[in-house]
């Protein structure tokens, strides 16, 4: 077969075998008015790892954020949490679906937020709001083709420019827990920015540490 042809059947077979991004709202979870939602800040280190300082930790540390349809502001992966998968699966699924990537999840979440879904911004009231769950991912797989790509672009970067990209305060205050948990994180080992593949599953579970607070956007 010619190379060209063989590429083009690879890349059929890939979107052949891409896994659909879930639709509609059948099994979504609820807490009393609440709709419940997890997501993920993915994130990666920039360079080697042959220094350990909190200050190259933190200098090193590039975030994922992706686009969506008609804002020009970036977000982190989230979508809605549902009743067949635990908190965490449903987290790394949104990474997969809305942008591409696979890794290793804290086991902990940075913590929960309560804020208004895009389309609800300016309603009064309860209506619309969600509480969202917010895990750190460690990539380690970034694939070429996702099932969101269409409506979702992506961008790696530095942890401090993030701050000035980030549209609502909660954003911010997940930022700042992503970092508190991997310092303070007493087996944390940051690994070099070449991406590995990993497994078929979505996600690995590793250890964190740190709390996550409960914070009102």
């Not at 090193?60 to 549902?82: A, N, Y």
């Not at 940075?110 to 750190?136: D, T, Y």
């Not at 070099?192 to 540490?209: F, Q």
Request: proline share 5%; glycine share 8%.
């Amino acid at each position: 077969m010619a190379p060209a042809a063989a590429a083009a059947a690879a890349a059929s077979s890939s979107m052949a075998t891409m896994v659909c991004a879930r639709q509609g709202r059948l099994r979504q979870r609820y807490e009393g008015c609440y709709r419940l939602v997890s997501g993920c800040i993915p994130y990666m280190f920039k360079g080697g790892d042959d220094e350990k300082s909190c200050q190259d930790v933190l200098g090193r540390l590039q975030v994922l954020m992706i686009s969506t349809p008609k804002r020009s502001d970036l977000i982190f992966p989230k979508g809605g949490w549902e009743d067949d998968e635990s908190i965490d699966e449903a987290a790394c699924r949104e990474a997969f679906e809305e942008a591409g990537v696979k890794g290793i999840i804290s086991e902990s979440p940075l913590g929960e937020w309560i804020f208004k879904s895009k389309s609800k911004q300016n309603s009064c009231g309860l209506q619309g709001a969600c509480k969202g769950f917010m895990f750190g991912l460690q990539v380690t797989e970034l694939l070429e083709i996702w099932p969101e790509q269409v409506t979702h672009g992506r961008r790696w970067v530095p942890v401090e420019e993030a701050y000035g990209l980030c549209r609502y305060d909660w954003m911010r205050e997940a930022l700042d827990k992503l970092k508190e948990q991997l310092l303070f994180q007493s087996d944390f080992k940051p690994s070099p920015a070449e991406l590995v593949d990993s497994s078929s599953s979505l996600c690995m579970v590793m250890p964190a540490v740190g709390e996550g607070a409960v914070a009102l956007c």
